[in-house]
């Protein structure tokens, strides 16, 4: 199989080599203004309101693991989208493609979950559609939520809010996610003692929001790819470089231990309900008390900072003492996370 | 297999089964007033605006077709619930499922599709995501369409405006899209005469609502069923009885040939670019003269009308001079169609 023939399963691992796809292929032929811009979710002015729209599909293998499902997840994961462009989610859809023969009993716990995630994070769903496909066609089911929302006025985030000296901050524990996928994907011992943090933040963003506006300057939920996706995509956009303290850094122990086990970079692993957010340096540290208030933001932390620079590359000061370069992952290893 | 505790093909083939599933595991855990009217689009009020938004997800096979392919379908197949609805598409989303392997030429000339047919239609894609999928867990791609629209002035749709002599119009021929696809499955030698007649119709339902505006009472587009299932889905929402005359449906004679062969009824068959709409019968006639000056309506025909009675049945005075009752499909032949 030739490489640059056919898509290879690290096209959707959220790396370098979907980005690429995303520049090359989509992007050019799509081309528009709301779309060019690509955060989370795109902006648009209907009449006197700026919506914001969003989709994303989810294949997670398991469909159940601890912490969540992919009903759950399809959920919270569209409307993390909205919350960290500054939108309040006003509606999802839900899509279904299911696999002929598939469990009425587990379709019927998946839509509970879907059900009870969109209740309690207070977005309806509003419109749906069901697709079956022939035995062997698909993997179980498949789910595709798309969001609507509407911009917070006091919400103003974007690369090029960005400046040196500005903090980053994280809302949690990393990796938790996509190491919970993981293990119970590779039936590790320790997998019942791994939790994902699959949350809907559409809460705490708004608080945030509220609280300091204009002084956050940019937010992104970290999914594929991770923190160092994010923050990679972040310097080449901004053209400074970054500094992180892998000392302030929060991971959980057991989450460390499993990555390390499988040789992983928690900084690669996705998360599906933390915030990484960029913030005037004078608020960060009321920031973190604020997140600290709400139950999805208990270890929010202080990570690093922009730097100045020319050179757009994200830098860990490690707890050795040395200096290491944070690099985008390539997407490789860890496909269907989400 | 136990059919009560499965998913089967007939549960996404658009029928009476589809609409069991759908009644009974969908709405009532979701329930809330957008979802419950069950609409082809659902409508919110946000700001001043009413906005409609709706999904649907494209697992067609093959996913090149005479006429169109999965791409272009995509694009038309959710600005069409929109346009029936009464709204204007004002932005679609994008999502992809790709199986490993996947051919990145076909993948380009799929997008290409994708993008010419969104941009005719002048609705722009402004978000989008991509999943990528072991080899042997899709079967080559399934695209996801979300779309929002806003709701036009001039429309005022739904069950409850229907009454007692109301035409039933169809803007073109039946069955096309359907034929199309299920013979160049089998395999048909007549294959490479039959078309599919998936399109966009904002325009054209756009030119109706601007010249008819309250005098159409309800519009569909008649996918997944065909005719048969809409006008069945309308009479029991309404509990009036429809007659259609059989000599008055435009149907292609080799779309008719095709149907003949493979034992099926037109009037079950998915279309992709046809409106069936319920209008008042004094604009019945100028509604199809309308209908013929648009590229999309030349066959436009009034096929029936809503009777008086209390029995929520669908009857057609046959070519033969009989009469026989058009059921709600059952579903099971027609996997994969859209």
Redesign the interface.
Not at 148 to 172: H, M, N, P
């Given at each position: 199989?030739n490489d640059?023939?056919?898509?290879?399963?690290?096209?959707?691992?959220g790396g370098r080599l979907?980005n690429d796809?995303?520049a090359k292929?989509?992007v050019p032929?799509?081309a528009?203004a709301?779309?060019g811009q690509l955060k989370d979710?795109?902006e648009?002015n209907?009449?006197?309101?700026t919506?914001c729209?969003?989709?994303?599909?989810?294949?997670v293998k398991p469909l159940v693991f601890n912490g969540g499902d992919i009903g759950k997840l399809a959920v919270c994961g569209t409307i993390n989208d909205l919350a960290v462009t500054g939108a309040r989610p006003?509606?999802l859809?839900?899509?279904?493609?299911?696999?002929?023969?598939?469990?009425?009993?587990l379709?019927?716990a998946l839509?509970?979950s879907?059900?009870c995630t969109?209740q309690r994070a207070g977005v309806?769903?509003?419109?749906?559609?069901?697709?079956?496909?022939?035995k062997?066609?698909?993997?179980g089911i498949?789910i595709?939520t798309?969001g609507?929302g509407?911009k917070l006025e006091a919400a103003e985030v974007g690369f090029d809010r960005i400046c040196v000296g500005d903090k980053i901050v994280v809302t949690g524990t990393l990796g938790d996610h996509g190491m919970t996928i993981l293990s119970q994907r590779e039936g590790l011992e320790f997998t019942t003692s791994l939790e994902s943090d699959c949350a809907a933040l559409n809460g705490l963003a708004e608080l945030l929001f509220d609280k300091f506006g204009r002084d956050i300057k940019f937010m992104r939920d970290p999914t594929r790819g991770g923190l160092a996706a994010v923050l990679n995509e972040v310097v080449q956009h901004i053209g400074l470089p970054m500094e992180l303290e892998e000392a302030a850094i929060p991971i959980d122990r057991t989450v460390q231990a499993a990555a390390d086990m499988l040789g992983l970079d928690v900084l690669n692993i996705a998360n599906e309900g933390r915030i990484v957010a960029l913030v005037d340096q004078d608020i960060a540290d009321r920031f973190v008390a604020i997140c600290r208030t709400h139950p999805l933001g208990r270890r929010a932390a202080v990570i690093g900072s922009v730097a100045a620079g020319t050179e757009p590359l994200v830098e860990m000061l490690t707890k050795a003492g040395g200096r290491r370069v944070v690099q985008m992952p390539y997407g490789r290893e860890l496909?269907?996370i989400c």
């Amino acid at each position: 199989m030739n490489d640059a023939n056919t898509i290879m399963l690290a096209h959707g691992g959220g790396g370098r080599l979907m980005n690429d796809l995303i520049a090359k292929l989509i992007v050019p032929r799509f081309a528009n203004a709301a779309l060019g811009q690509l955060k989370d979710s795109a902006e648009m002015n209907i009449g006197a309101e700026t919506i914001c729209f969003t989709t994303d599909s989810f294949v997670v293998k398991p469909l159940v693991f601890n912490g969540g499902d992919i009903g759950k997840l399809a959920v919270c994961g569209t409307i993390n989208d909205l919350a960290v462009t500054g939108a309040r989610p006003a509606a999802l859809s839900l899509s279904l493609i299911i696999e002929e023969g598939f469990s009425m009993q587990l379709l019927e716990a998946l839509l509970d979950s879907t059900a009870c995630t969109a209740q309690r994070a207070g977005v309806p769903i509003v419109t749906g559609d069901t697709k079956v496909v022939e035995k062997g066609a698909a993997d179980g089911i498949y789910i595709n939520t798309a969001g609507i929302g509407v911009k917070l006025e006091a919400a103003e985030v974007g690369f090029d809010r960005i400046c040196v000296g500005d903090k980053i901050v994280v809302t949690g524990t990393l990796g938790d996610h996509g190491m919970t996928i993981l293990s119970q994907r590779e039936g590790l011992e320790f997998t019942t003692s791994l939790e994902s943090d699959c949350a809907a933040l559409n809460g705490l963003a708004e608080l945030l929001f509220d609280k300091f506006g204009r002084d956050i300057k940019f937010m992104r939920d970290p999914t594929r790819g991770g923190l160092a996706a994010v923050l990679n995509e972040v310097v080449q956009h901004i053209g400074l470089p970054m500094e992180l303290e892998e000392a302030a850094i929060p991971i959980d122990r057991t989450v460390q231990a499993a990555a390390d086990m499988l040789g992983l970079d928690v900084l690669n692993i996705a998360n599906e309900g933390r915030i990484v957010a960029l913030v005037d340096q004078d608020i960060a540290d009321r920031f973190v008390a604020i997140c600290r208030t709400h139950p999805l933001g208990r270890r929010a932390a202080v990570i690093g900072s922009v730097a100045a620079g020319t050179e757009p590359l994200v830098e860990m000061l490690t707890k050795a003492g040395g200096r290491r370069v944070v690099q985008m992952p390539y997407g490789r290893e860890l496909p269907r996370i989400c």
